[in-house]
């Protein structure tokens, strides 16, 4: 790693006295100021930067958007976390810079003690405290600019394809505890441009000649304000910090939510924060980021562990909107491979002229990829040469096309072996897993399927994987399977096998669709978030839950995040009227789902054998899709929700992105049998326009002028054709 090394601290014990090196930008208040725009609408020119403080005893991350200092001497300790846009300090007291439990015992590094009042720090009291701990002490500081987590080889269309740029800090310590002698740990900080975000990881290497056991590593501890003023309350009652927004990757339980998903972030009390309000001491206040189960590995001699990463986020506001909108600028942010979209449709086939056959619908009516669902007859742990081959000859005919092949997997959610599946730890026998029986990925099987699916893929050229079941979390008890040694690490190596093959097939250029939270390690979309029984009920209560779900599911993802379900054919028991097949027979319902999905930039698994059935169906499809492609960059930008659908009523989105030259495409629809006329006050804000005339076009059709308004909102009287819909482009 080619790094700006900026300060040696290698002074004898006692005389060790940090200061930030003279070479780095000087900080000045003004620099803390807050920015110019609104960072939603309009990118900070300010990028992120390393600064010392005047006396040269404070280092400083900012980026016009965040700030975050540290105090160098006598302890590293960060003693500042600061929302730049609300002018809100997070921190309150100071505190390690990790924790780590290693053989049996637990160990800090950095921070400072001393202070007394945990309320509120102020900077007067640095001078006065010692190092909260001696297992350590700091060798070496380093910066540079950030480099990518994942080297993303785009396959397919993407709204965004630039990798998030910043600068890193890497604080180096030394053991100076005779039983961690030859261990260095480095707590990185990556501050990202454009974004009020740092990441913070930590890596431990054995430099000496003994293995440590590392069974925990706490690599964010930050002592945050509250938010709620609780004289009585439990923790669990009580609300927890909104000024940030904490994500990492080590997600996982099928949920299609971060939240619902997080598996590392710990709320504590802080019983030595004495002038809380709450009678107990049990205000929630104190935010640890750590793997509970993991990873109980051992360290061999030469070799080096990094933990999970922690994407910390500054929030403004309460607002579900906005704050959603943030996330979402996240992903695009530093995931954009996530902004990848291509159209596809889900393939039954039990044939391969069945697959040839799609490969020219597609073709013909604009669609760039095919995935071969579920109760297909591809078999992708087939990696004989005749099953390659066979498939190799398929993808090239797709390829010829401009089509993209792919296909479906499944690892968990099924029974393999005695010897492969996941020992139940209370009982040392097979079960007791997420999904009751299901394959370690550990096992020879569970290594065998990942080596057998990088395979399939490289010698197929398959360039999408839809990978169901991914590893859900389980731990394993046995102590015979290849890829872990007992139930301590069993977690950590299964996730780390799981995740390899996701960030390799990010790095080889084919798209994965996994219903898991595993975005940040490569993987491209999830579900919206459904029931599977609703896909047979009727096609008019589909129109209004698929809105629903489209509604619902894009408040913190991106619409190139999620995908949908239409049943071409029956799905899960659904009869007649469930179905769309015969295609011709269905047109006014087959045009209004592909509208409600493509209108919202979410792909939909259109499952079927076919696409169309009869020139009248082709040409809808096709006009569709040209629709879709026609205003592609504004249908996948961020959707502002007017009002949820409900059957009663209206029901709409907004897509804004004041970076395009149709900063807007408001679309709306009308469950009921009869043509309704309403007023529909349309926010514009995050449309970017400001003093200009605002122009609503329908379709292509008709154009209202509006003034900007001073309230951001124009009221537009609309008639919204019976069980229909209408749309307009905002320039």
């Known amino acids: 790693m080619k790094a700006v090394q900026i300060l040696l601290l290698l002074l004898l014990a006692a005389a060790l006295q940090a200061q930030a090196p003279a070479q780095l930008p000087l900080w000045h208040d003004s620099l803390g100021q807050a920015p110019p725009a609104d960072w939603l609408i309009q990118c900070t020119p300010r990028r992120a930067e390393l600064y010392r403080s005047p006396d040269g005893r404070d280092l400083i991350l900012c980026n016009g958007l965040l700030q975050r200092s540290f105090r160098l001497s006598p302890a590293v300790a960060c003693t500042d976390f600061k929302n730049l846009s609300s002018g809100q300090q997070l921190l309150r007291a100071v505190s390690s810079e990790a924790r780590l439990r290693i053989d049996g015992r637990e160990y800090l590094v950095g921070g400072l003690s001393g202070q007394t009042e945990r309320a509120y720090l102020l900077p007067e009291w640095l001078d006065a405290f010692t190092p909260l701990s001696t297992d350590f002490r700091l060798t070496d500081i380093a910066t540079d600019s950030l480099r990518p987590y994942l080297h993303w080889q785009p396959g397919t269309w993407a709204m965004h394809t630039q990798q998030a740029s910043g600068k890193t800090l890497v604080f180096t310590y030394s053991a100076t505890a005779p039983a961690l002698t030859g261990l260095l740990v480095r707590v990185h900080y990556e501050l990202v441009d454009g974004l009020p ?159 040839r056959d799609i490969v020219d619908q597609c073709a013909e009516t604009g669609y760039e990829g095919i995935i071969l669902s579920f109760g297909s007859h591809c078999n992708m742990e087939d990696t004989s040469a005749a099953n390659i081959r066979r498939w190799r000859a398929l993808a090239n005919y797709a390829g010829s096309k401009n089509i993209l092949l792919g296909s479906y997997a499944l690892f ?95 790095e080889n250029g084919v798209y994965v669709n996994a219903p898991d939270w595993y975005f940040l390690d490569g993987t491209h979309k999830i579900a919206l978030g459904y029931r599977e029984t609703n896909f047979s009920l009727s096609r008019a209560q589909q129109k209004i839950l698929n809105r629903q779900n489209i509604y619902d599911g894009t408040w913190e993802k991106t619409p190139s995040m999620g995908w ?160 229909g819909w209408v749309w307009y482009t905002i320039r």
């Open 197 to 355: 975000l740092v990441v913070k990881w930590l890596s431990l290497e054995n430099t000496g000649s003994r293995r440590f056991k590392i069974e925990q590593v706490v690599h964010e501890t930050l002592a945050l304000v509250e938010e709620e003023s609780a004289v009585i309350g439990r923790p669990e009652q009580m609300k927890k910090q909104h000024g940030l927004y904490v994500e990492t990757n080590f997600a996982y339980n099928n949920a299609m939510r971060y939240e619902l998903s997080d598996q590392t972030t710990h709320w504590r009390t802080d019983t030595a924060y004495r002038s809380q309000v709450n009678y107990n001491y049990e205000t929630p206040c104190i935010l640890e980021i750590y793997t509970e189960h993991s990873p109980g590995i051992e360290l061999a001699p030469g070799d080096t562990f990094r933990s999970v990463r922690s994407h910390e986020l500054l929030l403004d506001s309460y607002d579900r909107e906005r704050r959603g909108m943030a996330i979402r600028h996240m992903y695009r942010t530093i995931a954009p491979w996530t902004s990848q979209n291509p159209i596809f449709m889900h393939l039954i086939s039990q044939n391969d002229q069945q697959v």
């Open 412 to 506: 968990s959610s099924r029974r393999i072996s005695d010897a492969d599946d996941v020992i139940d730890p209370k009982t040392g026998r097979p079960g007791g897993a997420f999904f009751g029986n299901a394959p370690c990925f550990g096992s020879a099987w569970g290594l065998a399927f990942a080596a057998k699916i990088k395979y399939f893929l490289r010698e197929t050229g398959f360039r999408i994987f839809e990978n169901d079941g991914p590893y859900p979390g389980d731990v394993c008890a046995s102590t015979s399977h290849p890829g872990h040694k007992n139930l301590d690490d069993s977690q950590w190596r299964q996730m780390e096998i799981q995740k390899d093959l996701y960030r390799w097939c990010n």
């Open 564 to 723: 949908g379900f239409v049943p071409l054919t029956r799905y899960q028991g659904g009869g007649e009227e469930a179905v769309l097949e015969p295609l011709s027979e269905h047109l006014s319902d087959y045009e209004q789902l592909m509208v409600q999905y493509y209108g919202a930039g979410v792909q939909a698994c259109y499952r079927g054998p076919r696409l169309y059935d009869t020139d009248k169906t082709k040409s809808l499809v096709q006009k569709t899709i040209a629709w879709h492609k026609q205003y592609r960059d504004i249908l996948n930008s961020d959707i502002i929700h007017l009002r949820r659908p409900d059957g009663r009523d209206w029901d709409g989105i907004l897509h804004v992105n004041p970076d395009l030259p149709d900063k807007g495409l408001l679309i709306l629809y009308n469950p009921l049998k009869t043509p309704i006329t309403r007023r529909i006050r349309v926010p514009l804000y995050y449309t970017g326009i400001q003093g200009k005339p605002i122009f609503f076009n329908l379709g292509s059709l008709e154009e209202m002028v509006f003034q900007a308004p001073r309230n951001y909102e124009c009221a537009l009287t609309v008639t919204i054709p019976a069980e």
